[in-house]
């Protein structure tokens, strides 16, 4: 038997598109002459659909737009993730074949940690039923159903099926493709039958689906792998097939970001964004993401200088803008800041110059920018990056200003990894911005260092706190600083409100800002 893995890219709450790129994938899986064709958890609505749930219209047009699909299932059996209303809603996968809706399987096991919320909405199942496709059995899965029950996949093949179809919304993270190969491996092994796994593709707000839908034999091993980032079908049987490349880590989170971006810029209705080149590492990174996500032509670069920004900064981000091809304007902000500060001259009569003057200068620039995106449709790309976010190192209301922060969950040290991959090839970021120290250039002569401690130092202690809640003695432990750590500790603590505030991120690590770290505003524990 054939089968095709149709790794879509839907958008949530789209309905009727969605509904109508299933059956154009089934239409193509069938003139590749597969007898099975496979499609994400939650294919009809994307997912998370979150609180649309909550909407009974929804809920039907969901169900409208199935019956829809299972009227293009001639000559193939189809396995289509939709919302199923019995006494309450069922995250499910519908088996559809020629014309007729065969059976549904009803999820059993609900995630209800980090950014997933199931259990606000659905109903667990506890049956799994079997299903049959060209004469061979078959069992179904529903993503974490095959993460928290080892047993599972043994007692499906125990009830006689030939092999096991697990449909799945899985987020990407730096890492995660080598975790989910070991989990099916050993799920198919420990079943002793094959495993087809359709995962989703695409961006949807902070979250990448990667793809990566693959086939694992009842040994284990590794049969048919499709392309990750991007939608494609892969048609397979279960012996053998196709094993798409595996990407290094930096280079899957360049693609998780180019991916997350270009969705969220199209999917809401942008088509261009505007950034703001400093010459430094985080708006050069930024920017050839965008360029790689949208195209030269719609990315903009503005430099805005002030009297303490340095001729070499131009210099960069001029020759970052010609390397990649994209719009380049300056607007100096000089005349702007002494405008303000002449307004506020009689206010602050008799007071030290500080952070206040330093953040007018990140707050000019911010409404500069969402000036240019009001009056020609940009959308802003923030280039702030997970380091600064963390310890609370930027300006509300100035380089927090966006519709998107691009690399807000890239720490510092990663930011230049990245810079490294973007030129392995050739020099498209200046070589003297990997060179020079970072520097807001907010006041003559600043350096980051003097505000905050050495991002090598910072990275892995915000790692530990962070992304695996060590308390601060078990950070301690590791061999740093008490005092550094208590400082690093209570700058991340005190910038909640500012992380409220700021644009979305795209999740890239295990543990993001945003929907998978709600951490209180008030909030005065300290470990």
């Known amino acids: 038997m054939k089968a095709a893995l149709a790794q879509i890219n839907p958008i949530v709450g789209d309905l009727k598109g969605n509904a109508k790129k299933i059956k154009e994938f089934i239409s193509k899986a069938r003139d590749?002459?597969?007898?099975?064709?496979?499609?994400?958890e939650l294919a009809t609505t994307g997912y998370p659909p979150k609180d649309l749930l909550l909407k009974p219209?929804?809920?039907?047009?969901?169900?409208?737009?199935?019956?829809?699909?299972?009227?293009?299932?001639?000559g193939i059996t189809a396995v289509v993730g939709?919302?199923?209303?019995?006494?309450?809603?069922?995250?499910?996968?519908?088996?559809?074949?020629?014309?007729?809706?065969?059976g549904t399987q009803r999820k059993t096991h609900l995630p209800n940690y980090d950014v997933f919320d199931e259990k606000r909405y659905f109903k667990a199942a506890s049956e799994y039923?079997?299903?049959?496709?060209?004469?061979?059995?078959?069992?179904?899965?529903?993503?974490?159903?095959?993460?928290?029950?080892?047993?599972?996949?043994?007692?499906i093949a125990e009830k006689g099926a030939r092999f096991i179809v697990n449909i799945s919304a899985s987020p990407f993270h730096a890492g995660k493709l080598g975790e989910r190969d070991k989990l099916i491996s050993t799920r198919a092994k420990t079943g002793g039958v094959p495993v087809i796994y359709c995962n989703l593709v695409g961006g949807q707000d902070d979250l990448v689906f990667d793809g990566g839908s693959c086939v694992f034999n009842g040994r284990g091993e590794l049969v048919a792998r499709a392309r990750r980032f991007e939608e494609t079908i892969l048609v397979t049987d279960l012996v053998r097939g196709k094993i798409a490349p595996r990407e290094e880590m930096i280079e899957e989170v360049f693609k998780a970001l180019v991916l997350g971006i270009r969705d969220y810029v199209l999917k809401n209705g942008f088509s261009k964004v505007v950034i703001g080149l400093s010459g430094g590492i985080d708006s050069s990174v930024t920017a050839v993401l965008a360029r790689e996500a949208l195209g030269k032509e719609n990315v903009l670069g503005v430099f805005m200088p002030s009297k303490v920004t340095s001729r070499e900064s131009f210099e960069d981000a001029k020759k970052l803008a010609d390397n990649l091809g994209i719009g380049f304007t300056v607007i100096p902000i000089t005349e702007t800041l002494e405008a303000y500060l002449k307004t506020l001259s009689r206010e602050f009569r008799g007071t030290r110059r500080d952070a206040t003057e330093e953040n007018l200068q990140a707050r000019i620039r911010g409404n500069i920018l969402m000036a240019l995106s009001n009056k020609f449709g940009y959308l802003v790309l923030s280039t702030g990056n997970k380091s600064e976010l963390a310890v609370g190192y930027t300006t509300l209301y100035g380089d927090l200003a966006g519709g998107l922060a691009a690399i807000s969950d890239v720490p510092k040290t990663m930011v230049?990894?990245?810079?490294?991959?973007?030129?392995?090839?050739?020099?498209?970021?200046?070589?003297?911005v990997l060179?020079?120290?970072?520097?807001?250039e907010l006041r003559p002569g600043q350096k980051d260092r003097e505000d905050i401690p050495p991002y090598s130092l910072l990275d892995p202690i915000l790692h530990a706190y962070i992304e695996e809640n060590k308390?601060?003695?078990?950070?301690?432990?590791?061999?740093?600083?008490?005092?550094?750590?208590?400082?690093?500790?209570?700058?991340?603590?005190?910038?909640?409100?500012?992380?409220?505030q700021a644009p979305i991120g795209i999740k890239v690590t295990t543990k993001a800002f945003g929907s998978g770290r709600r951490m209180p505003i008030t909030n005065r524990y300290r470990g």
């Open 82 to 102: 939709f919302v199923e209303e019995d006494g309450g809603l069922y995250n499910s996968a519908a088996v559809i074949r020629d014309g007729e809706l065969i």
């Open 471 to 500: 308390s601060i003695e078990e950070i301690v432990a590791l061999g740093y600083d008490e005092a550094l750590v208590r400082d690093i500790v209570w700058r991340v603590d005190r910038s909640e409100y500012k992380r409220h």
């Open 57 to 74: 219209s929804f809920i039907r047009e969901n169900i409208a737009s199935l019956r829809g699909i299972i009227r293009e299932t001639g």
């Open 416 to 432: 230049y990894e990245l810079a490294r991959y973007i030129n392995s090839h050739r020099e498209i970021i200046p070589r003297r």
């Open 435 to 440: 060179e020079k120290e970072p520097s807001a």
């Open 32 to 40: 590749m002459g597969a007898g099975l064709v496979v499609f994400p």
């Open 129 to 155: 039923r079997i299903f049959e496709a060209e004469g061979l059995k078959f069992g179904i899965t529903i993503c974490e159903d095959i993460w928290v029950d080892g047993v599972l996949c043994t007692n």
